[in-house]
Nanobody, 119 residues
Framework: QVQLVESGGGLVQAGGSLRLSCAAS????????MGWYRQAPGKQRELVAI???????NYANSVQGRFTVSRDDAKNTVYLQMNSLKPEDTAVYFC?????????????WGQGTQVTVSS
């Protein structure tokens, strides 16, 4: 089945950087939009950044100018470069992708990776 596998989370000091990766694997024809969401303790999951199949990027206001989303279609992988990290960026980050199986589109989620920013 289709799987999204994330990597790159960890602990970093405020002002530091991290890079998250998410690779899609399994039986599918193509990957449409890919993106990242996050969920902090006691809060709802929120959109962080998304990139369309055409390469159009959209960001949450809270990360605009600090985070960059990109994709490598040859590897079916989406990245999130996070710079100037703040303690309020601490959350579990989830990868999301809209994937075409050859018959229909469906959205898939990764298992999540913890990002902790210390002050």
């Amino acid at each position: 089945q289709v799987q999204l596998v994330e990597s790159g989370g960890g602990l970093v000091q405020a002002g530091g950087s991290l890079r998250l990766s998410c690779a899609a694997s399994g039986p599918f024809v193509s990957v449409d939009s890919m993106g990242w969401y996050r969920q902090a303790p006691g809060k709802q999951r929120e959109l962080v950044a998304i990139i369309t199949a055409d390469g159009v990027e959209n960001y949450a206001n809270s990360v605009q100018g600090r985070f960059t989303v990109s994709r490598d279609d040859a590897k079916n992988t989406v990245y999130l470069q996070m710079n100037s990290l703040k303690p309020e960026d601490t959350a579990v980050y989830f990868c999301n992708a809209r994937i075409y199986s050859g018959m229909y589109y469906a959205r898939y989620w990764g298992q999540g990776t913890q990002v902790t920013v210390s002050s």
